[in-house]
Each structure stands twice: as structure tokens, then as C-alpha cells.
């Protein structure tokens, strides 16, 4: 039996491995080499797993999965637009102005990652009753 994309992420999607598999991967996958990269245990490369899978179920027992599922698309399309401004800009303007450009895109970096932290919060309701 023949299987199309989208018939296979919607059978994916059934069967959770976009709201469990992949954020409890990713979690593991930040965590791991957190702990590898600061050898905070030195070598002892199974108490990182071990705290790892700790904390990635965790993540995925008090809820925090829905969080990463709704921030990772809005950065996702936060590094879209910074990406085609810097394309933009490098095609147009010769590379030996673009030195007080990088103040510039760090503020619209700054300005991106406010307004999806706030989309974000806002989708969760986490600001309560009163809301911004």
C-alpha cells in the first residue's frame, strides 16, 4: 500500500509523535548536551543520560510540551524574516557599509524574539484575565 506524505504525518499525528516523540527528543537531545558540553560530571557520560530521560519526561508529565509546541513554530518564522532581511540587505549594500548594520539586526533580533515570546504567552493565556 502506497503512503503520500501528508497520510503519513496525519498517521504520525495520531499516534502522538508530534506532541510527545519529538518534544521529549528535542528536551533530551538540549539537556544531554547541556550536561556534556558544561562536564559537570566530568566523564560520567550515564549519570547525563540518566538525568536526561529525567527530565525530559518531566517535561512531558507538568506540561511544559505545549509550550515548545507553540514557540518553535513562531521562532521558526521569527529566523524566516531575519534571514530573507539579511539576504535583502547583503545583495544590496556592499559589504564594506554593513558594519553598523549588525547593531541593527541584533535590535530587530531583539524586537522578533519580543513579539514571540508575547504571541506565545498570549496563545497559552499565561498572562491571566487581564491580558497586555
Do not use: C
Not at 83 to 100: D, E, N, R, V
Not at 119 to 132: D, H
Amino acid at each position: 500500500m502506497a503512503y503520500d506524505l501528508a497520510t503519513l504525518l496525519m498517521e504520525w499525528e495520531s499516534y502522538g509523535v508530534f506532541d510527545y516523540l519529538l518534544p521529549f527528543l528535542l528536551i533530551f537531545a538540549m539537556v544531554y548536551g547541556l550536561l556534556s558540553s558544561s562536564k559537570i560530571f566530568s566523564t560520567q557520560n550515564k549519570i547525563n543520560i540518566i538525568i536526561s530521560l529525567v527530565v525530559g519526561m518531566l517535561s512531558l508529565r507538568f506540561g511544559f510540551v505545549e509550550y515548545i509546541g507553540q514557540i518553535l513554530p513562531r521562532v521558526g518564522v521569527g529566523l524566516a524574516v531575519m534571514l530573507a532581511l539579511i539576504i535583502l540587505t547583503a545583495a544590496f549594500i556592499p559589504a564594506k557599509h554593513g558594519t553598523g548594520l549588525y547593531i541593527a539586526y541584533y535590535s530587530i533580533g531583539a524586537i522578533i524574539a519580543v513579539v514571540i515570546i508575547y504571541n506565545t504567552f498570549s496563545e497559552l493565556n499565561w498572562f491571566g484575565s487581564f491580558g497586555w
